[in-house]
C-alpha cells in the first residue's frame, strides 16, 4: 500500500506524517506521540478516540489519516493546559466524573465539540452529545452534571 505525507494542525501546530492509505487517524496521532487519544475498539463503538477535526467531534479510529489531511485536529491535549484547567476538566474532577478516566479524554473532547456548538445545551442535549462516549464506570450522571456546570461556567465568562 502507498504510503503519503500528511500534514495536520494538531493542538495549534504543524505536524507531518507518513501514513499508508488504510492507516486511521487513531493510529497515525498515536504514532505521531498523541498517546492522550485513547486507543480502545477501534470500532467506532467506545468515543475514547475522539478527537475535534476541524471544529466536528468524530471518533480518530473511523476516519482514515489521509482524509484528515490539511485539518485541524483538537485532542484533550489541546484543551486547557496543566496549570489552567478548562472548566469541563475542573468540573468533571469537582462532580466525580473521571474515575477510571479511561473515557475521560473522549468525553472532555465530545464535551467542548457540544458546548462550542451549543453554549447552552440541556440536559437531553448534552445526553445526545455524549451518546457515543461509553463509560464503564460513572454511571453517566456526574459526567452529564460536569458539563451542565461547565457550560454554565463559559457562560459566565469563566475559562474557555
Ligand atoms: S477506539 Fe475509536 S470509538 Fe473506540
Ligand atoms: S471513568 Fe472509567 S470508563 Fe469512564
Same mark, same amino acid.
Given at each position: 500500500?502507498? /504510503?503519503? #505525507?500528511?500534514?495536520? *494542525? ?15 487517524? !487513531? &493510529? ?7 498517546? /492522550? *487519544?485513547? !486507543?480502545?475498539?477501534? =470500532? ?7 478527537? @475535534? ?12 489519516? %489521509?482524509?484528515? /489531511? ?5 485532542? %484533550?491535549?489541546? @484543551?486547557?493546559? #496543566? ?7 475542573? &468540573?468533571? @474532577?469537582?462532580?466525580?466524573? *473521571?474515575?477510571? =478516566? ?5 468525553? @472532555? ?13 440541556? $440536559? #437531553?442535549?448534552?445526553?445526545? =452529545? ?14 452529564? #452534571? ?8 463559559? $457562560? ?5
Amino acid at each position: 500500500m502507498s /504510503d503519503y #505525507e500528511i500534514r495536520l *494542525v494538531v493542538n495549534g501546530k504543524s505536524e507531518t506524517v507518513t501514513a499508508e492509505g488504510g492507516e486511521t487517524l !487513531l &493510529r497515525a496521532l498515536r504514532r505521531m506521540g498523541h498517546a /492522550d *487519544v485513547k !486507543l480502545s475498539c477501534e =470500532g467506532g463503538d467506545c468515543g475514547a478516540c475522539a478527537v @475535534i477535526l476541524d471544529g466536528v467531534a468524530v471518533n480518530a479510529c473511523l476516519v482514515f489519516a %489521509v482524509q484528515a /489531511d490539511g485539518c485541524e485536529v483538537t485532542t %484533550v491535549r489541546g @484543551i486547557g493546559t #496543566e496549570d489552567g484547567l478548562h472548566p469541563i476538566q475542573l &468540573r468533571m @474532577i469537582e462532580k466525580g466524573g *473521571v474515575q477510571c =478516566g479511561f473515557c475521560t479524554p473522549g468525553v @472532555i473532547v465530545s464535551a467542548k465539540a457540544l458546548i462550542d456548538e451549543n453554549p447552552d445545551p440541556t $440536559r #437531553e442535549d448534552i445526553q445526545r =452529545g455524549l451518546a457515543g462516549n461509553l463509560c464503564r464506570c460513572t454511571g453517566y450522571k456526574k459526567i452529564f #452534571e460536569a458539563v451542565e456546570a461547565a457550560a454554565g461556567d463559559i $457562560r459566565k465568562g469563566d475559562g474557555a
